[in-house]
């Protein structure tokens, strides 16, 4: 679509929600990319304005709207502080394949979701391949996180600190389950998410421990693909919509109670993003996607409310974990007592809080290769309350938040764990 | 902007505080006024004082309009640059410079954001009373120059009774110093009184002293419900004629109270027509005895039911729901029009009989609410700026409040600023001879027209 008019068109199709933003700047009190720039193409306020600007054709650039568009973690912190309801994350996520439709999608981008992370099955060959190899290119740094650093990678990866792929992903070792309930009376479909699959399998195994002992029953379909995030956040809708498709195949009309993933922003993507980019699936698909997003909920949220768990009280001398809340749990999804209360669970640990607990950690997918100085900042300000918690791990609910504070501490050569909170509770059965 | 000129900007304050793209001029193009953009041709933002100074300077030699926006929070088109220009960013210029103790002041850079600064304050066990509604992103400097007021206006007056000194820069870039550190000071003209509210026409900040005071002690809150939107504002009146004078003395109309309870919950009644949110604070004896005395008023005067808050929480829920009333209002339709044309407090059920009645005149739904205590109501027209027969009635009612608000011995802005939005009203309130006043001070301070032009007194 290089077409201006199908441009404006598709534009004036957000109109409505567009015209919803008052103006009223509340959104540069709680913006992570604004609170370092003061610059207000970086806020939603002016990220609005400039998409009715372009709309309207007061504005001409659509490139320059979509350079501003895309400066965004997609924390979704303007949205849960709008007083007008504004629904920042949908308007920016439809301009985002908008504009990609109209400018067109780089060569690597289509090569990465087209080619590769639309094909579960390839997607996962080919990382299986990797990992077999990343270890030439790269040397161990820190043994607490388990992170490592490579020279060879420099030119793209910059000076961060990676967690590599796992040697074996989950999906090898547990490539599907099909377990009635147990006394818990409950079944859940289980979805890891591409992280806790590749680079945190401890993440997934932690997980299905602690539906074994609840005696939860697990459906784990193989072959599962991405929740879609990546691509639609690069405007691929085309891939996105394979990707959701692929995933109601294996699990729509499936007998379980809820869906449940260790990872936030699977979660938030599944249950608020699937449903508002349904528009234009069919009618059958939007069914589907209404009937699944119902059913769908964080571990955390799910072991705490429909197991009913009662924590102990900690040991003397537990160790203390501290509590990062993923932009894609509390602000998304309201949910942030869970994650404690698990992490309560496990009675060597203490739960003890560090300032600003909710503050995004700069990651935002894609972002963080796109504007690595902006989210290297940001997430040093994380790091810096982590470190003044005092705490001797981190616990966090969403693999991303876990690679970028694995990174900001391995670069501070902190000797801090990081951990997802079902690794903590799993560690006590 | 011509090539010569934008190599000159950015050697002055660095190129990357200079923005030139048309996605970057446009994101400031607007505020929070519904009025149309207008695009300035260059956005500049130094990074610290000297390199301000240059700015208006180099502005000033080559006739660059200049529209000084801290964060672009305020209502009535003040930083919109209308004739473009450059637009100067306060924003980098956010050092809090001295927090005097001792002496119960403060100085700090413009672009100090309010409430980090009243937090700020707070930490030392001191207080900073202003708190317009933008206070968690407006500037210090936004609200000198917009004399901005908010909820404590009653009892602690505005920002204009925390303005000890102003220090700032003229046309050529040159320092004015006025005001001073102390309380009493009658060194020259009164030439911060003349900044504020100027609305960055006369001069551009510098540096602002600020005056602080101890924390009340202790505060208590109340809430009372009336069926008859007189018996409220009666109650507001012989709250005051009782010699008490309230921190807080709040109204919500029915519309507000509906609305709220339909988006917050907040266990509001709905069926009441006027809700009164009331807070005393002072020494705790003095606290207890004027609440008591608040109360005994509300009853006498017909309040159906007076809730008093029992604890912090309880405090928490009663200012809640008031905090809610914009909020709910603006997502009731797209574009929100909140207006603060402000009436001798006497006179607000006369305002309130006449917003109604321009409501059902103009068809078309206005939620009232504000600051009772002190005259200045929010009347919150809802409204979709795209429907442009609705959009005619908007602006016919606007007037027609205004002519209410004038006839009752009130004023075009409370707290709002005059701006682009108001300046064609302004004869109403004053004179031709004051417009005409204020022109030729305008000229005489700034002979190219360069700060900020179109704003208050038009031209």
């Known amino acids: ?429 | 902007m011509n090539d010569a000129l934008l190599k000159e900007f950015q050697a002055l304050v660095g190129q990357e505080n200079v923005m030139e793209s048309e996605a970057d001029r446009f994101s400031y193009a607007y505020d929070a006024a519904v009025l149309e953009p207008k695009m300035p041709g260059l956005v500049v933002r130094p990074t610290s004082r000297e390199d301000m100074g240059r700015v208006v300077k180099l502005c000033n030699d080559n006739g660059l309009p200049l529209t000084v926006r801290g964060s672009g929070t305020n209502l009535s088109g003040g930083t919109i640059p209308s004739i473009g220009g450059v637009v100067v960013l306060t924003n980098a210029l956010n050092k809090i410079l001295e927090i005097n103790e001792a002496d119960l002041y403060a100085v700090v850079e413009p672009g100090v954001i309010t409430a980090k600064f009243a937090a700020e304050v707070a930490a030392r066990g001191l207080f900073y009373p202003p708190d317009p509604g933008s206070q968690a992103v407006s500037t210090l400097g936004g609200n000198v120059a917009e004399n901005a007021g908010g909820l404590r206006g009653l009892k602690y007056g505005v920002t204009k009774d925390y303005v000890m000194g102003v220090d700032f820069f003229d046309v050529d870039g040159e320092i004015v110093k006025s005001g001073s550190r102390t309380v009493k000071c009658v060194t020259g003209l009164n030439l911060a009184g003349l900044m504020v509210g100027s609305e960055g026409t006369l001069g551009v900040f510098e540096k602002l002293i600020l005056k602080l005071t101890p924390p009340p002690l202790a505060a208590k809150a109340m809430m009372a419900v009336f069926d008859d939107v007189n018996k409220a504002c009666e109650t507001v009146a012989a709250i005051i004629a009782a010699k008490i004078v309230p921190a807080t003395l709040e109204f919500m109309d029915n519309f507000t109270i509906r609305t709220v309870e339909d988006f917050a919950h907040a266990g509001l009644p709905v069926e009441a027509k006027a809700l009164l949110l009331i807070e005393v604070d002072g020494h705790p004896g003095q606290v207890a005895e004027e609440a008591e005395k608040v109360e005994a008023i509300c009853r006498q005067l017909g309040a159906q039911r007076i809730q008093v808050a029992k604890d912090a929480a309880e405090r928490n829920k009663v200012w809640e729901a008031r905090r809610a009333a914009l909020s709910a209002l603006a997502r009731v339709s797209p574009t929100t029009v909140l207006e603060d044309a402000t009436v001798p407090r006497s006179k607000i059920p006369a305002m309130m009989v006449a917003l109604e009645a321009i409501a059902s005149k103009y068809k078309l739904t206005i939620g009232t609410f504000g600051h009772a205590g002190d005259g200045n109501l929010h009347p919150t027209i809802l409204t979709d700026r795209r429907n442009t027969e609705e959009w005619r009635r908007v602006e016919a009612a606007i007037d027609e409040i205004f002519d209410v608000a004038l006839g009752l011995g009130g004023t075009l802005s409370g707290e709002h600023g005059i701006g682009l939005a108001k300046s064609k009203y302004l004869e109403k309130e004053t004179s031709r001879a004051t417009i005409l006043y204020s022109r030729r001070l305008k000229k005489a301070l700034d002979p190219k027209g360069i700060l900020n032009p179109g704003k208050i007194i038009g031209e």
């Open chain 1, 1 to 429: 679509m290089a077409d201006m008019q199908e441009l404006l068109r598709l534009l004036g199709e957000l109109d409505d929600q567009l015209v919803s933003c008052m103006r009223c700047g509340m959104c540069q009190a709680v913006c992570p990319i604004y609170s370092q720039t003061g610059r207000e193409g970086d806020v939603a306020r002016g990220k609005i304005a400039l998409l009715e600007g372009l709309a309207h054709e007061m504005v001409k650039d659509p490139q320059g709207v979509q350079d501003k568009v895309t400066r965004c973690l997609l924390c979704g912190s303007c949205a849960a502080n709008c007083p007008s309801g504004v629904k920042a994350l949908d308007i920016f996520l439809k301009a985002r394949v908008i504009l990609t439709g109209y400018l067109g999608m780089s060569r690597v981008k289509q090569l990465i979701f087209r080619g590769l992370l639309s094909k579960p099955g390839l997607f996962n060959t080919m990382l299986s391949v990797a990992s077999t190899f990343q270890g030439l290119f790269t040397t161990p740094v820190n043994d607490i996180i388990g992170s490592s650093c490579s020279k060879f990678l420099s030119p793209v990866l910059g000076d961060r600190h990676l967690m590599l792929l796992a040697r074996t992903p989950l999906h090898s070792e547990v490539p599907s389950l099909d377990t009635p309930a147990g006394a818990s009376g409950l079944k859940v479909a289980f979805f890891p998410g591409c992280l806790a699959d590749k680079i945190f399998p401890r993440v997934g195994h932690a997980v299905l421990k602690v539906l074994a002992h609840h005696g939860v029953g697990v459906y784990l379909p193989a072959g599962q693909a991405c929740c879609g995030i990546p691509a639609l956040s690069s405007g691929d809708k085309q891939s996105y919509d394979k990707l959701v498709r692929a995933n109601l195949d294996l699990f729509a009309g499936q007998d379980f109670d809820a869906l449940v993933t260790p990872c936030a922003t699977c979660t938030s993507t599944m249950k608020k993003i699937w449903p508002a980019m349904a528009a234009g699936m069919g009618a059958k698909d939007q069914q589907r996607i209404a009937e699944l997003s119902a059913k769908v909920m964080d571990i955390n949220a799910f072991v705490v409310d429909k197991l009913g768990l009662t924590p102990p009280e900690p040991k003397p001398g537990a160790k203390s974990v501290t509590v990062h809340d993923p932009c894609h749990l509390k602000k998304s999804l309201g949910i942030a007592a869970q994650p404690r209360t698990v992490l309560r669970m496990n009675p060597d640990y203490a739960v003890v809080e560090m300032n600003a607990s909710d503050a995004c950690c700069g990651c935002g997918g894609s972002f963080t290769l796109q504007h690595a100085e902006i989210s290297a900042t940001i997430g040093m300000q994380k790091r810096d309350n982590i470190v003044g918690a005092h705490a001797q791990v981190v616990a966090t609910g969403c693999p991303a938040c876990m690679l970028q504070i694995s990174d900001m501490l391995s670069r501070s050569g902190d000797q801090i764990a990081v951990r997802h909170p079902m690794e903590i509770y799993a560690e006590s059965l």
